[in-house]
Protein backbone atom coordinates (compact mmCIF):
# COMPACT_ATOMS: atom_id res chain seq x y z
CA UNK A 1 0.00 0.00 0.00
CA UNK A 2 2.87 2.36 -0.98
CA UNK A 3 0.21 4.71 -3.16
CA UNK A 4 -2.37 5.68 -1.06
CA UNK A 5 -4.10 8.76 -2.44
CA UNK A 6 -2.23 12.02 -1.82
CA UNK A 7 -5.40 14.24 -0.18
CA UNK A 8 -3.47 17.37 -2.08
CA UNK A 9 -4.02 15.94 -5.36
CA UNK A 10 -7.44 13.71 -4.45
CA UNK A 11 -9.41 17.07 -2.76
CA UNK A 12 -8.50 19.37 -5.33
CA UNK A 13 -11.74 21.91 -5.23
CA UNK A 14 -12.54 24.56 -7.45
CA UNK A 15 -12.45 24.38 -11.43
CA UNK A 16 -9.68 22.59 -11.32
CA UNK A 17 -11.65 19.55 -8.61
CA UNK A 18 -11.20 15.90 -10.32
CA UNK A 19 -13.95 15.13 -11.83
CA UNK A 20 -16.02 12.56 -9.87
CA UNK A 21 -19.09 10.13 -10.08
CA UNK A 22 -20.38 9.04 -6.37
CA UNK A 23 -17.19 10.37 -5.27
CA UNK A 24 -15.45 7.90 -6.65
CA UNK A 25 -12.71 9.46 -9.56
CA UNK A 26 -14.24 9.19 -13.14
CA UNK A 27 -12.70 8.68 -16.42
CA UNK A 28 -14.45 8.84 -19.55
CA UNK A 29 -11.67 7.34 -21.77
CA UNK A 30 -8.66 4.92 -21.00
CA UNK A 31 -6.55 7.97 -21.97
CA UNK A 32 -8.00 10.30 -19.07
CA UNK A 33 -6.69 7.60 -16.52
CA UNK A 34 -3.11 7.72 -18.40
CA UNK A 35 -2.83 10.77 -18.29
CA UNK A 36 -3.93 11.44 -14.64
CA UNK A 37 -1.60 8.86 -13.49
CA UNK A 38 1.36 10.52 -15.61
CA UNK A 39 1.10 13.36 -13.84
CA UNK A 40 0.37 11.51 -10.56
CA UNK A 41 3.78 9.85 -11.11
CA UNK A 42 5.61 12.47 -11.77
CA UNK A 43 4.97 14.63 -8.89
CA UNK A 44 5.40 11.18 -6.72
CA UNK A 45 8.96 11.27 -8.11
CA UNK A 46 9.75 14.83 -7.29
CA UNK A 47 10.01 16.13 -11.24
CA UNK A 48 7.28 19.03 -9.70
CA UNK A 49 5.26 19.92 -6.48
CA UNK A 50 1.13 19.10 -6.86
CA UNK A 51 1.48 22.51 -6.28
CA UNK A 52 2.96 23.94 -9.71
CA UNK A 53 0.51 21.24 -11.90
CA UNK A 54 -2.36 22.68 -10.10
CA UNK A 55 -1.72 26.35 -10.87
CA UNK A 56 -0.99 25.44 -14.90
CA UNK A 57 -4.29 23.51 -14.60
CA UNK A 58 -6.08 25.89 -13.61
CA UNK A 59 -5.00 28.85 -15.68
CA UNK A 60 -5.33 25.95 -18.87
CA UNK A 61 -9.11 25.94 -17.73
CA UNK A 62 -8.88 30.12 -17.17
CA UNK A 63 -8.04 30.47 -20.67
CA UNK A 64 -10.08 27.84 -22.04
CA UNK A 65 -13.17 29.06 -20.30
CA UNK A 66 -12.42 32.57 -21.69
CA UNK A 67 -11.72 31.95 -24.71
CA UNK A 68 -14.71 30.06 -24.94
CA UNK A 69 -12.79 26.33 -25.98
CA UNK A 70 -15.72 23.63 -25.30
CA UNK A 71 -12.64 20.99 -24.48
CA UNK A 72 -13.06 18.55 -21.35
CA UNK A 73 -11.70 18.46 -18.34
CA UNK A 74 -9.34 15.83 -19.57
CA UNK A 75 -8.26 17.51 -22.10
CA UNK A 76 -7.50 20.80 -20.17
CA UNK A 77 -5.51 18.44 -17.63
CA UNK A 78 -3.91 17.07 -21.04
CA UNK A 79 -2.65 20.53 -22.02
CA UNK A 80 -1.56 21.57 -18.37
CA UNK A 81 0.45 17.69 -18.34
CA UNK A 82 2.34 18.69 -21.88
CA UNK A 83 3.09 22.16 -21.13
CA UNK A 84 4.61 21.40 -18.05
CA UNK A 85 6.90 18.46 -19.26
CA UNK A 86 8.24 20.48 -22.09
CA UNK A 87 9.01 23.56 -19.09
CA UNK A 88 10.55 21.07 -17.68
CA UNK A 89 12.71 19.73 -20.10
CA UNK A 90 11.86 16.30 -19.27
CA UNK A 91 10.66 15.91 -23.38
CA UNK A 92 11.19 18.15 -26.28
CA UNK A 93 8.10 19.39 -28.89
CA UNK A 94 9.53 18.49 -31.61
CA UNK A 95 9.98 14.58 -29.95
CA UNK A 96 6.38 14.65 -29.07
CA UNK A 97 4.74 16.03 -32.15
CA UNK A 98 7.22 13.17 -34.21
CA UNK A 99 6.19 10.67 -31.75
CA UNK A 100 2.42 11.68 -31.72
CA UNK A 101 2.13 11.46 -35.52
CA UNK A 102 3.56 8.15 -35.70
CA UNK A 103 0.62 6.82 -33.76
CA UNK A 104 -1.77 8.94 -36.12
CA UNK A 105 -0.45 7.48 -38.77
CA UNK A 106 -0.25 4.00 -37.82
CA UNK A 107 3.90 3.62 -38.25
CA UNK A 108 3.58 2.92 -34.28
CA UNK A 109 0.91 1.07 -32.20
CA UNK A 110 0.32 -0.01 -28.93
CA UNK A 111 2.11 -3.60 -29.90
CA UNK A 112 5.80 -1.42 -30.62
CA UNK A 113 5.06 0.14 -27.26
CA UNK A 114 4.96 -3.18 -24.86
CA UNK A 115 8.02 -4.89 -27.04
CA UNK A 116 10.25 -1.35 -26.32
CA UNK A 117 9.62 -1.34 -22.66
CA UNK A 118 11.82 -3.28 -20.71
CA UNK B 1 -2.35 21.74 -31.21
CA UNK B 2 -0.72 21.24 -34.43
CA UNK B 3 -1.35 17.65 -34.81
CA UNK B 4 -5.02 17.59 -34.40
CA UNK B 5 -7.56 16.92 -37.27
CA UNK B 6 -4.88 14.45 -38.75
CA UNK B 7 -6.45 11.29 -40.64
CA UNK B 8 -5.29 8.15 -38.55
CA UNK B 9 -6.89 4.63 -39.30
CA UNK B 10 -8.60 3.94 -36.03
CA UNK B 11 -10.10 7.50 -35.69
CA UNK B 12 -8.29 7.99 -32.45
CA UNK B 13 -8.84 10.94 -30.35
CA UNK B 14 -5.88 13.41 -30.70
CA UNK B 15 -5.97 13.32 -26.71
CA UNK B 16 -5.99 9.56 -27.09
CA UNK B 17 -2.82 10.03 -29.37
CA UNK B 18 -0.84 12.59 -27.70
CA UNK B 19 -1.64 10.79 -24.06
CA UNK B 20 0.20 7.41 -26.25
CA UNK B 21 2.85 9.81 -27.50
CA UNK B 22 3.82 11.22 -23.77
CA UNK B 23 3.35 7.92 -22.30
CA UNK B 24 5.88 6.10 -24.82
CA UNK B 25 8.52 8.83 -24.40
CA UNK B 26 8.40 8.90 -20.63
CA UNK B 27 8.85 5.64 -20.90
CA UNK B 28 11.55 5.22 -22.44
CA UNK B 29 13.72 8.20 -21.00
CA UNK B 30 13.14 5.98 -18.19
CA UNK B 31 10.78 8.87 -16.21
CA UNK B 32 8.09 6.44 -15.52
CA UNK B 33 6.94 3.17 -15.58
CA UNK B 34 3.85 1.66 -17.74
CA UNK B 35 3.23 -0.32 -13.79
CA UNK B 36 3.51 2.08 -11.86
CA UNK B 37 1.20 4.18 -13.71
CA UNK B 38 -1.42 1.37 -13.38
CA UNK B 39 -1.39 0.82 -9.54
CA UNK B 40 -1.58 4.60 -9.35
CA UNK B 41 -4.80 4.74 -10.80
CA UNK B 42 -6.13 2.00 -9.38
CA UNK B 43 -5.42 3.16 -6.09
CA UNK B 44 -6.91 6.71 -7.02
CA UNK B 45 -9.92 4.91 -8.12
CA UNK B 46 -10.90 2.71 -5.31
CA UNK B 47 -9.61 4.69 -2.35
CA UNK B 48 -11.09 7.89 -2.72
CA UNK B 49 -14.81 7.08 -3.21
CA UNK B 50 -17.04 5.66 -1.03
CA UNK B 51 -16.37 1.95 -1.35
CA UNK B 52 -14.53 1.43 2.11
CA UNK B 53 -17.87 2.02 3.69
CA UNK B 54 -20.16 0.20 1.13
CA UNK B 55 -17.43 -2.87 2.32
CA UNK B 56 -18.45 -2.11 5.87
CA UNK B 57 -22.07 -2.01 4.95
CA UNK B 58 -21.88 -5.33 2.99
CA UNK B 59 -20.57 -7.13 5.76
CA UNK B 60 -23.41 -5.91 7.83
CA UNK B 61 -25.94 -7.01 5.86
CA UNK B 62 -24.37 -10.90 5.40
CA UNK B 63 -22.94 -11.04 9.24
CA UNK B 64 -25.82 -10.02 11.57
CA UNK B 65 -23.10 -10.60 14.36
CA UNK B 66 -20.85 -7.97 12.46
CA UNK B 67 -23.56 -5.59 12.22
CA UNK B 68 -24.73 -5.85 15.87
CA UNK B 69 -20.73 -4.93 16.86
CA UNK B 70 -20.97 -2.06 14.12
CA UNK B 71 -24.42 -0.68 15.62
CA UNK B 72 -22.88 -1.34 19.28
CA UNK B 73 -19.71 0.47 18.77
CA UNK B 74 -18.44 1.72 15.22
CA UNK B 75 -15.53 2.95 15.76
CA UNK B 76 -13.81 -0.79 16.59
CA UNK B 77 -16.09 -2.52 14.47
CA UNK B 78 -14.99 -0.26 11.35
CA UNK B 79 -10.96 -1.02 12.41
CA UNK B 80 -11.74 -4.89 12.36
CA UNK B 81 -11.77 -4.60 8.50
CA UNK B 82 -9.02 -2.96 8.76
CA UNK B 83 -10.28 0.70 7.97
CA UNK B 84 -9.94 3.79 9.94
CA UNK B 85 -13.00 6.02 10.42
CA UNK B 86 -10.70 8.96 10.92
CA UNK B 87 -10.43 12.31 12.85
CA UNK B 88 -9.76 11.32 16.01
CA UNK B 89 -14.03 10.90 15.99
CA UNK B 90 -16.26 8.39 17.40
CA UNK B 91 -18.25 6.36 14.87
CA UNK B 92 -21.68 5.54 15.58
CA UNK B 93 -23.26 3.61 12.54
CA UNK B 94 -27.29 3.80 12.16
CA UNK B 95 -29.36 1.38 10.90
CA UNK B 96 -32.26 1.85 7.98
CA UNK B 97 -35.52 -0.42 8.98
CA UNK B 98 -38.97 -0.51 7.05
CA UNK B 99 -40.34 1.88 9.99
CA UNK B 100 -37.31 4.13 10.50
CA UNK B 101 -35.35 5.95 7.88
CA UNK B 102 -31.85 7.68 9.12
CA UNK B 103 -30.19 10.69 7.54
CA UNK B 104 -26.98 12.73 7.90
CA UNK B 105 -26.19 16.17 8.07
CA UNK B 106 -24.11 18.38 9.91
CA UNK B 107 -25.48 21.61 10.33
CA UNK B 108 -22.65 23.84 11.86
CA UNK B 109 -20.19 22.65 9.10
CA UNK B 110 -19.02 20.10 7.02
CA UNK B 111 -18.59 17.27 9.04
CA UNK B 112 -18.49 14.28 7.29
CA UNK B 113 -17.03 10.17 7.42
CA UNK B 114 -14.46 10.73 5.00
CA UNK B 115 -12.38 8.09 6.28
CA UNK B 116 -15.17 5.68 5.22
CA UNK B 117 -16.78 7.90 2.60
CA UNK B 118 -14.35 9.69 0.84
CA UNK B 119 -14.98 13.09 0.23
CA UNK B 120 -18.69 15.24 1.12
CA UNK B 121 -20.75 15.58 -1.98
CA UNK B 122 -21.08 19.37 -3.05
CA UNK B 123 -24.28 19.68 -1.81
CA UNK B 124 -23.76 18.05 1.80
CA UNK B 125 -21.55 21.36 2.40
CA UNK B 126 -24.73 24.06 1.25
CA UNK B 127 -26.21 26.42 3.76
CA UNK B 128 -29.65 24.72 2.29
CA UNK B 129 -29.14 21.38 2.52
CA UNK B 130 -27.59 21.89 6.66
CA UNK B 131 -30.11 24.05 7.61
CA UNK B 132 -33.24 22.07 5.89
CA UNK B 133 -32.23 18.79 7.00
CA UNK B 134 -33.17 19.07 10.61
CA UNK B 135 -36.30 21.41 9.54
CA UNK B 136 -38.44 19.65 7.16
CA UNK B 137 -36.25 16.09 6.35
CA UNK B 138 -39.14 14.89 4.02
CA UNK B 139 -39.26 17.59 1.46
CA UNK B 140 -35.47 17.52 1.36
CA UNK B 141 -35.11 14.01 0.88
CA UNK B 142 -38.11 14.21 -1.65
CA UNK B 143 -36.29 16.84 -3.59
CA UNK B 144 -33.42 14.74 -3.55
CA UNK B 145 -35.18 11.42 -5.16
CA UNK B 146 -36.25 10.12 -2.30
CA UNK B 147 -40.04 9.78 -1.73
CA UNK B 148 -40.63 7.70 1.64
CA UNK B 149 -43.88 6.31 2.94
CA UNK B 150 -45.63 8.95 5.08
CA UNK B 151 -45.34 6.34 7.77
CA UNK B 152 -41.75 6.23 7.84
CA UNK B 153 -40.57 8.12 10.64
CA UNK B 154 -37.38 10.02 9.70
CA UNK B 155 -34.59 10.64 12.26
CA UNK B 156 -31.73 13.23 11.43
CA UNK B 157 -28.11 13.01 12.87
CA UNK B 158 -25.79 15.97 13.29
CA UNK B 159 -22.46 15.47 13.28
CA UNK B 160 -20.07 17.35 14.55
CA UNK B 161 -15.88 16.83 14.99
CA UNK B 162 -16.24 14.25 18.04
CA UNK B 163 -19.23 12.32 16.28
CA UNK B 164 -19.49 11.12 12.76
CA UNK B 165 -22.16 9.06 11.85
CA UNK B 166 -23.17 6.44 8.95
CA UNK B 167 -26.14 4.92 7.36
CA UNK B 168 -26.62 1.11 7.45
CA UNK B 169 -29.38 1.35 4.10
CA UNK B 170 -31.99 -1.32 4.01
CA UNK B 171 -30.43 -4.43 2.01
CA UNK B 172 -32.86 -4.22 -1.23
CA UNK B 173 -35.10 -7.49 -1.98
CA UNK B 174 -33.65 -10.08 -4.68
CA UNK B 175 -30.01 -10.12 -3.33
CA UNK B 176 -30.63 -13.31 -1.15
CA UNK B 177 -27.98 -15.21 -3.86
CA UNK B 178 -25.35 -12.26 -4.11
CA UNK B 179 -21.81 -12.37 -2.79
CA UNK B 180 -20.24 -9.85 -0.24
CA UNK B 181 -18.44 -7.71 -3.14
CA UNK B 182 -21.43 -7.98 -5.26
CA UNK B 183 -24.01 -6.88 -2.94
CA UNK B 184 -21.30 -3.66 -1.60
CA UNK B 185 -21.32 -2.62 -5.73
CA UNK B 186 -25.28 -1.89 -4.62
CA UNK B 187 -24.12 0.70 -1.89
CA UNK B 188 -23.41 4.21 -3.17
CA UNK B 189 -22.38 7.58 -1.05
CA UNK B 190 -25.79 8.84 -0.80
CA UNK B 191 -27.52 5.42 0.64
CA UNK B 192 -24.86 5.85 3.53
CA UNK B 193 -25.82 9.51 3.72
CA UNK B 194 -29.36 8.63 4.07
CA UNK B 195 -30.69 10.39 0.91
CA UNK B 196 -30.91 7.39 -1.12
CA UNK B 197 -31.47 3.68 -0.64
CA UNK B 198 -29.75 1.24 -1.89
CA UNK B 199 -29.10 0.66 -5.51
CA UNK B 200 -31.51 -2.50 -6.55
CA UNK B 201 -29.71 -5.41 -8.46
CA UNK B 202 -29.70 -5.39 -11.52
CA UNK B 203 -32.04 -8.08 -13.49
CA UNK B 204 -29.76 -11.03 -15.14
Known sequence: MTSSPDPQIANMEGTEALPRKNGELTFEALWEG??????????????????????????????????????????????SFEKLVLAKGLLTAADLDARTAEYASGARDDEDDHDHDH | MSMSGGHHPEQESFAALRTKALES????????????????????????????????????????????????????AIAELGFVSGQGSEFVVVQNTPTIHNLIVCTLC???????????????????????????????????????????????????????????????????????????QLVTRDAMIGVANATAPAIV
Open chain 2, 110 to 184: SCYPSGLLGLPPKWYKDFAYRSRAVIEPRQVLRELGLDLDDTAEIQVWDSTAELRYMVIPERPIGTEGMTEEDLA
Open chain 1, 34 to 79: RVFGMAVALNDQGAYPWREFRDQLVAEIKAADVSGTPTSYYERFLA
Open chain 2, 25 to 76: LLVEKGLLASDAIDTLVQAYEQDIGPRNGAKVVARAWVDPAYRQRLLENGTA
